[in-house]
Nanobody, 126 residues
Framework: QMQLAESGGGLVKPGDSLTLSCVASGRTISSYHMAWFRQTPGKEREFVAG????????YYDDSVKGRFTISRDNAKNTVYLQMDSLKPEDTAVYFC???????????????????WGQGTQVTVSS
């Protein structure tokens, strides 16, 4: 079993930056696909960014491309989401997710991930 714990959320103004962290325990993330999703009330969880264990290639939703950066520190068993130029529409609960076995076509599908954190609220408002 893997446990994931997100932190770093908060209330920021449009244009500000924020870094989310996801610390894993129980398993090492080095062999896991890791991703960030977000969810707003009444909507399904949507993919934000992802990173695979065997490549440095990273994946982003078009809505955050160029503003958000996902990174992983295997030594610290931690995944980060650096969020720059935040917009009000980025307001959501952000979740960290992990899975050992994913094919590329499934990396953006929430239902394919086995492990989830409890989420951290990000609110962007003036």
């Amino acid at each position: 079993q893997m446990q994931l714990a997100e932190s770093g959320g908060g209330l920021v103004k449009p244009g500000d930056s924020l870094t989310l962290s996801c610390v894993a325990s129980g398993r090492t993330i080095s062999s896991y696909h890791m991703a960030w999703f977000r969810q707003t009330p009444g909507k399904e969880r949507e993919f934000v960014a992802g990173t695979r264990p065997t490549t440095t290639v990273k994946y982003y939703d078009d809505s955050v491309k160029g503003r958000f950066t996902i990174s992983r520190d295997n030594a610290k068993n931690t995944v980060y989401l650096q969020m720059d130029s935040l917009k009000p529409e980025d307001t959501a609960v952000y979740f960290c997710a992990a899975d050992r076995h994913l094919i590329l076509s499934s990396i953006k599908l929430a239902g394919q991930y086995d492990y989830w954190g409890q989420g951290t609220q990000v609110t962007v408002s003036s």
